[in-house]
């Protein structure tokens, strides 16, 4: 009788957060770690950046409100790196005026998750935004 090959844990993927208020970044950090996902930080615009270019992430959780470069703006250069075509990215903010989410998706936000929100809710978004195929490019 053929053995069967036993069912692998989904793979592990590697987040980026950016986030400026430790608080929120650190609870972000404990809630992605304790799912097995490797995670990273950053504490504004342009360390993102840096942070993007070196290892790309599978995704990104991006806070609107941001020192040096704000999230709308990152959110924008990101879709315009062809190496980051198949990086997801959820807004997560405090910003959540109607025109504000509709203006995050439309520079290209798979996610947008208002503060204050639910673990619950985020760590459904997160799982959706991972399992989701990924473009080849945009």
């Not at 959110?75 to 989410?101: F, N, Q, S, Y």
């Not at 639910?118 to 990924?134: D, F, H, I, W, Y």
């Amino acid at each position: 009788m053929p053995r069967l090959k036993p069912i692998e844990p989904a793979m592990a993927a590697r987040v980026l957060i950016v986030e400026d208020e430790e608080s929120i970044l650190l609870s972000l950090e404990f809630l992605l770690g304790k799912e097995g996902h490797a995670v990273s930080a950053a504490r504004d615009g342009a360390e993102a950046l840096r942070l993007l270019e070196a290892q790309p992430p599978d995704l990104v959780l991006l806070d609107v409100m941001l020192p040096l470069i704000d999230g709308f703006e990152l959110c924008r250069r990101i879709r315009a790196m062809p190496a980051l075509a198949a990086t997801r990215i959820m807004l997560v903010t405090a910003r959540g005026r109607e025109a504000e989410v509709a203006r995050g998706l439309a520079l290209g936000a798979d996610a947008y998750l208002t503060k204050p929100f639910s673990t619950r809710e985020l760590m459904e978004k997160v799982r959706g935004l991972l399992a989701a195929p990924r473009p080849p490019s945009r």
